[in-house]
C-alpha cells in the first residue's frame, strides 16, 4: 500500500533545504549582491543622531540563513566603522536560533554587535510590539525569503516599514518573475499538491503591495541556478529530496499518484522552467532584491 501525501516536518525541510543549497547558486547569487550593490545601500542608512549606534532587525523564516545573516551584519560594520550595532533577531525555530547562537559565538569581530533574540514569527513578532505600544526604530531591516509562509504578506509589509527610521531601508529578497518558480506556479500549479501551505509569490506580487503602500523601492534582478538533473533519475536519494523541496512532501516521487508525478517533471522540463547546460538541467532559481526606503 503506497503511504499518503503530507507536508514536510520541520526537521525533514532543514534537510530538503540543504540539498537545494548544495545544488543551486542561491548563497553565492546573494554573495553577488552584498558585494555589488550592500556597501552603498548599508551606507545610506544615514541619520545624524546615529553617532555611536545603528540598529538592524532580521526576520528570518528558513533555516540555513544565519551565515548570510552574518555576512549583511560585517557589512554595516565596514561601511560605519566603529559604530556599536544593535541587532535583534526573529526566529521561530529554538533549534535555529541556537544553531545561530552557535555561530555568533564562535565570530571573533563582532565585539561591536549586540545580539536580541525573539523565538517569535513575524506576526506573533509585531503583536508583542503593539501590545506594548512602543515601536523601536531600525535603520535596516532585512526579510530574506521568509515572506512565502506569512499569513498577511500586505500588512506585514506595511508593519515592518513602519518600523523603518528617518533613512531606513527595508530589504526584501524573492523569488523573480523570471524564475523557473513564477512560471511553474502560474502555468503548472495544477502539478504541486496541496500539502505544501506556502504562499506562491514573486517578486511583481511584492511591488504591487510597495505601491499600493506609495513607497519608494528600487528592484535588483541576480541571476540563480538550481541543478536538478537528479530529480529525474528513478531512485536517486538527491533527486528525491530536491523533489520534496520543491513540493513540500515527504517522499513525493514515492507517495504521488504516477500521473501527478509525471506531470509536474515533465514541467519542470519546459524551457520558461529550466535549461540545459553540458547534459544538466538547470531550474531558474533567479532573486529579486527589493530595496524599500522609509
Aim: hydrophobic share 35%; with cysteine; glycine share 6%.
Amino acid at each position: 500500500m503506497i503511504p499518503a501525501m503530507r507536508s514536510l516536518t520541520a526537521e525533514e525541510y532543514v534537510e530538503a533545504f540543504k540539498s537545494f543549497l548544495d545544488h543551486s547558486t542561491e548563497h553565492q547569487c546573494m554573495d553577488e549582491f552584498n558585494k555589488e550593490q550592500m556597501p552603498n545601500i548599508m551606507a545610506g542608512c544615514h541619520h545624524a543622531r546615529h553617532k555611536v549606534k545603528r540598529a538592524s532587525l532580521l526576520l528570518r523564516g528558513f533555516p540555513g540563513r544565519s551565515e548570510q545573516d552574518l555576512k549583511m551584519i560585517r557589512i554595516l560594520q565596514a561601511v560605519h566603522p566603529g559604530v556599536l550595532i544593535d541587532n535583534e533577531i526573529v526566529e521561530p525555530n529554538p533549534q535555529h536560533v541556537a544553531a545561530y547562537k552557535e555561530l555568533v559565538n564562535q565570530a571573533p569581530d563582532l565585539q561591536n554587535v549586540s545580539f536580541i533574540w525573539h523565538q517569535l514569527t513575524s506576526s506573533e513578532y509585531e503583536q508583542q510590539v503593539k501590545e506594548k505600544g512602543t515601536r523601536k526604530k531600525f535603520d535596516f531591516i532585512h526579510m530574506v525569503q521568509m515572506l512565502y509562509r506569512v499569513e498577511d504578506i500586505p500588512n506585514t509589509i506595511k508593519f515592518f516599514h513602519s518600523c523603518l527610521d528617518l533613512h531606513g531601508k527595508l530589504l526584501i529578497i524573492i523569488l523573480s518573475d523570471s524564475s523557473g518558480w513564477a512560471s511553474l506556479w502560474k502555468r503548472h500549479r495544477d502539478c504541486l499538491p496541496s500539502t505544501d501551505s506556502g504562499h506562491y509569490i514573486t517578486s511583481s506580487g511584492i511591488t504591487d503591495v510597495l505601491e499600493r503602500l506609495g513607497v519608494e523601492y528600487h528592484v535588483y534582478e541576480f541571476p540563480s541556478g538550481w541543478d536538478i538533473t537528479e530529480c529525474f533519475v528513478e531512485g536517486d536519494t538527491v533527486g528525491g529530496l530536491m523533489m520534496d523541496f520543491l513540493t513540500g512532501t515527504k517522499n513525493f516521487l514515492g507517495t504521488a499518484p504516477p500521473a501527478l508525478r509525471q506531470r509536474l517533471q515533465e514541467a519542470l522540463c519546459q524551457p520558461e522552467c529550466s535549461s540545459t547546460k553540458d547534459g544538466r538541467i538547470i531550474f531558474s532559481n533567479n532573486l529579486s532584491m527589493i530595496v524599500v526606503e522609509s
